[in-house]
Every structure is written in C-alpha cells, then in structure tokens.
C-alpha cells in the first residue's frame, strides 16, 4: 500500500535525507521518500494500513528526530 502523507517544518534537504532513512527502519515500511520540494512523504508499506494511524506513527519518528515537523495524511 502506498501511502501519500504532507511533511512541514523540515529545515534542509539534508535533514530530509536523515528522517527519510528513520522512517524506513519502520518495520511497517517497505520503502519511503521524502520530496523536500513538495513537503510529501511517500510510503510504501509491507501491508494495507489505516492512514490515519500511520501518520501518527510517522509523526513520532518525526518528534523523535526534530522539534517541529508536522505530518498528516494528504488530501
């Protein structure tokens, strides 16, 4: 399943790089990008997920990584 969730307050691309490689030692997470540019994180899980929950999820990591970023399921 592949999930499109927005990402904000990410500093650098750097950073995006960092975060991007947390996320995918997610056990849920098969693959993950982050686009810095269009503030989207694609995820493409090992299973079919609830969003909302799994951006709650990604959420943590975020929290656990920086102050300040923001993620939530894309429209």
Do not use: W, Y
Not at 2 to 18: T, W
Not at 37 to 63: C, G, P
Request: hydrophobic letters at 40%; one cysteine or more.
């Amino acid at each position: 399943m592949r999930v499109r969730l927005d990402i904000n307050g990410l500093d650098c691309p750097h950073c995006a790089l960092k975060l991007e490689g947390m996320i995918k030692e997610h056990p849920e997470v098969k693959d993950a990008s982050i686009n810095f540019a269009s503030k989207l994180l694609l995820v493409d899980t090992h299973q079919d997920v609830d969003e909302d929950e799994f951006a709650e999820k990604m959420q943590k990591i975020a929290n656990d990584f920086e102050d300040g970023i923001e993620v939530s399921v894309r429209d």
